[in-house]
């Protein structure tokens, strides 16, 4: 993975982040400029991830004879054991400490639908929206892994056609019939393909790095994004939160250097995944010992860092371990293939 996105990973899970200390802490109500910006702009760091995860999976499998079956095995061993413990604990918040929690509802057939990745209403009656709310961007995630593991079948050079026919087919003519739900109709999934159309750029040399271009790209994507807002996602934030990912490959000679971004790209996805749990039990004790919030928030951050660092060296690290070496441990003869 590139440094320059992984700074830029870890730069979309802290903007979600802000985004929901926003909702939590003050029903997205602000006065404040940076109030208002992190309420209107700071969901764009979803786009960002879905944009980020074209580009990786793309690139991840070009030049590697990899099946469907064993690419689907990858994926679910890299997404599903933090995303269901994560979802346990929840499940657990909402039926022995339900204060923590008092918009959420437990049921148990929405909680397994949730597990699998299967949109459905929430049982608080806030939306298509899994136990651990955030999960619902893993919902698109696991679709898009899907159909990038059926364009496997085809040759490499046709697999980003295939995904656009497999994505223009499933929300505009499939997510209409009653058995396939319109979640999936929503636009924001055409942002994995403008992350493989990054990856076939890139990968054919396309994109240069160095120079000032890139800075003014940057620029000019920033401040569309702070000028637009998201009632036309794909065009609005889509585009730009592309210009941006473009810009940050272009600068990775900027960004090589600085290796704790690594680090904190390495931990975004359980940041993205823990945060949530983290401010509302931050939230639950100002509300009952009559805290500051701001001082709360701030005590939240770092508590968010360290349980993400946390989860992603003993969870997300040696459950990957785990998965090659049980891999690696299969007869003789069968080709091992590389995790990634």
Known sequence: MLISLQAL??????LVVCHHVMQIFFDFKA????GRFF?????IGVDIFFIISGFVIYLSTQGKDIQAGRFMLNRFMRIVPAYWLYSVLVALIILYAHPVMPSQRFDLHHFLLSLVFVPAENPGGFGLYPTLSVGWTLNYEMFFYLLFALSLVAPQRYRPLAIAGALALVSTVLASQPWLSDFYRNSIVYEFLFGVCIGVCYRRGWIGQGGWAPVVLLLVALMAIYQLDSSMRLLNWGVPSALVVIACIALEPWFRSVRPLKMLGDCSYSVYLVHVIVLSVGWYLQQRFSLSA???IVGCMPVILLASWASYEVIEKRTFRYAKRWLAAEPRGVPRPQLS
């Not at 309420?39 to 969901?43: D, Y």
């Open 9 to 14: 990973r870890a730069l979309a899970a802290w």
């Open 31 to 34: 006065e404040s400029a940076l």
């Open 39 to 43: 309420i209107e702009k700071g969901a």
């Open 294 to 296: 701001e001082w709360v």
